[in-house]
Every structure is written in C-alpha cells, then in structure tokens.
C-alpha cells in the first residue's frame, strides 16, 4: 500500500494514472474484502475520478460500488454523483449511476425514520 500511495502523490503526470488506478483498484478490492473502510475506498476511486478521469475511472467508480456497497449508501451515493458528472460516462454507466444515486437516497431516507414499535 505504501508503494501504491507514494506512485499516486509522485506520478500524477503519468499517463492514464497507473499509480492511481491501482491505487483504487487496491482499496476497492480491500473494501470488498473487509480490510479497508469504505470512506478509504470511496477517497481513492474520488482521487481516480478527479485527476485521471477516463472510461476506466468511471468503471470502477460506477461498477464497484454497485455489487459491494449496498450497506454504505453514502459513499455510493456520492460515487454516482461524480460518475454522473464525468464526460467519459457511456449511456449505460449513466443509467447505472443513476439507479445507485436513486438507491442511496432511498436507503439513506429509510435508515433515517424511526421504526414502529410491534407491542
């Protein structure tokens, strides 16, 4: 991981940002596994997203989420935001982006009302 963090901060210049989507290809995976936070996750595909944002980057913010993250609706909601906004999106990423978006919101309103109480 040190190695992957030290690529990203000093090779931002390369191109398509190897060290970046290894970086969030990593802590994805990580996630998936449950070795890293969400949050940890969620920063490295944002990083990926905003300073190399390609087809790929898109992909693994829109794709990841999607089978992984259905409990952490925050971060998937906010990934989707930033899929939404990337002009590499193809048609279908956006229509899943925007499905992940619709779902965050739902599961995020229904977390926050309080539950009946059965007697």
Known sequence: ?????????????????TGCVLYAETMIAGY??????????????????GEHPSEKAVSLGCGHPRRSWKREYGPAGRLA????????????????ARLIHAEAALF?????????RRI
Request: no cysteine.
């Open 32 to 49: 998936e596994r449950k070795e890293a936070a969400a949050g940890d996750a969620e920063d490295a595909a944002l990083l990926l997203l």
């Open 81 to 96: 935001e930033e899929v939404e906004a990337s002009r590499f999106a193809t048609g279908e990423m956006l229509a899943q």
């Open 108 to 116: 995020e309103e229904n977390s926050r009302r309080p539950r009946a």
């Open 1 to 17: 991981m040190l190695l992957l963090e030290e690529m990203v901060g000093e090779h931002r210049e390369t191109p398509r940002g």
